[in-house]
Every structure is written in structure tokens, then in C-alpha cells.
């Protein structure tokens, strides 16, 4: 039986953004970060203080992890950078550069502190499957592709004993699972886990090895089983659901953003879109890693 409910979510904070997204866990400051994507903005917020900061990175963000000397590595429109505690963001990688469809997205940090992020294609009528995905190597800091014939690439995560990869390319309407090798940081056995009748995006997965993802389009954020069972279904205030991420205390909260890039003025009336999202879904998620670079 699938659990559905349409909970009590509340607002962060109380500010409204162009396109929030790639939502994470900084656990050694105990503060939650995001992403206002095409504004170039990385958001940090202090649950203790309410506190906002921002970042204006001056080019296209789509994801951002800490890294464990200080600082945040991120996924930007050209390649991979790094932004140090003080703001100073330095580009190492490039490879986007000669493409100016495609710009990087939504990333992770595997168990062993490599950053995985992928790209997201501008463009997909002229361009589709034009993109990859990537691991930025701390020991080089060279982004290997990984995985090519990507569209939009998005969520990604590992199971409990990161054995397991999850990963979504969003054209293809699936969230899709990987043997993973952690000691060389290598996908194999690629296959479905589960079909959606929405627009998988970002996804994040609890203790127990379940899967949460954000439905684009969708209104939900859907829970998955280990073998791709849906199980529980949890109803937002705004359709386009991009990303989620646990944090907080005993990491027990789980937010998530709702963006309102592209609706009518129609479609903005009714919905509650725009926002940074909270909630207590009765479960813990995994800890997160820091970029060893």
C-alpha cells in the first residue's frame, strides 16, 4: 500500500527565488545550502540564527558540495570550480566551455570525496543526449565522463553501503541503478530501477536505503524502496518539485524546494512556488561527504 499525504510543510525562510535548487546538508556547520541556479547565487542558511547568506558567483550554478579543507566545490556553466570560505571562486575545469548548451547540475560527493555532477542540455531540441556525467577527481582535480548520452542530468545518490548508485537523467523518465565500485569510483550493471509518471529530478535517500525524488511538474516528492516499490507520496504546495535533501538536527528533516521558472501568472496564483520547504518525515537521512580536493 502506498502512504499519501499532503503534510503541514513549512517555509525556511521566508524569500522567494528565481529557480532554487540543488539543496544540501553542510553537516559541519550545520547550515543548509542552495542554489538559485541562473541567478548564479549560492544560498547558506543557519537554522540556529536565520541567518542568509549569498554568494553571487557570477556565472550558472547547478550544484555545490563542502569540501573538507573549507569551502565548497561546485558544478558551474563551464566546468568545475572552487569557492573558498572567504568567496573567492577559482574555475580548475573547463570542458564545458566550447558547448555553451550545456551547463553543469545537479552533483554528489561519493564515500570517498569524489564529486559526481552532470549537465544539463539548454537546448535539447538541437542537442539532445549531448551531455555526460562527471567525477571530479580530488587527487588530479580532472573531471573524468563517466557516463555519456546524458540530457539533463540530475539527481544522484548511493545506497546505505555505497555499493549502489542512484542516478536520474530526466528525459528518460526513470531513476535509474548502478553497481558502484568505491574504491576506484566506477558505474556498472546499469539498468531501471523504477519508471515515473512525472519528471524525476533531484533525489535523496534515507538509513533505511530508500529513494526520494522530486517530481518536476509533478506537485510530490515519491519514496522508492531498494527494489523500486513506491511506498510513500508526500504532496507540496507548488508543482515543479526540484530537489530534496535531509539535514537538521539527527539529520530527521527533509527540505525541499519548489521552483516557479517558467509559469503563467495563472499557474503562479494558485501555487506556492519559489521556496525552500521543511518537513518531518519520521525518518533519517544519510550523512553527507566532503569533496577530498
Known sequence: MVERASPAVSLLVDEHFD????????????RLLWLDIFAGLVLSYDLGSGRL??????RPVGSVAPRREGGLVCGVREGFGLLSADGDFSLVTDQLRQAPYLQMNDGAVDAAGRFWAGTFCLDLGHYPG????????PETLEATKELGGISVSNGIGWSP???RCYYVDSDTGRVDTFAFDPDVGALSERRPLVEVNSVPDGLAVDVDGCIWVAMFGGWEVQRFTPTGRLDRVIRLPGSQVTTCAFGGSNLSTLFIAVSPRGLDDGSLHLEKAGYIFAFDP???????????G
Not at 529557480?19 to 550545520?30: A, L, M
Not at 547568506?53 to 557570477?58: E, K, M, P, Q, W
Open 19 to 30: 529557480h532554487p535548487e540543488g539543496v544540501i546538508w553542510d553537516g559541519r556547520t550545520n
Open 53 to 58: 547568506d549569498r554568494t553571487d558567483l557570477g
Open 130 to 137: 549531448s551531455g555526460a556525467l562527471y567525477c571530479l577527481r
Open 161 to 163: 553501503d555505497g555499493r
Open 282 to 292: 519520521g525518518t533519517q537521512g544519510l550523512p553527507g561527504h566532503e569533496f577530498a
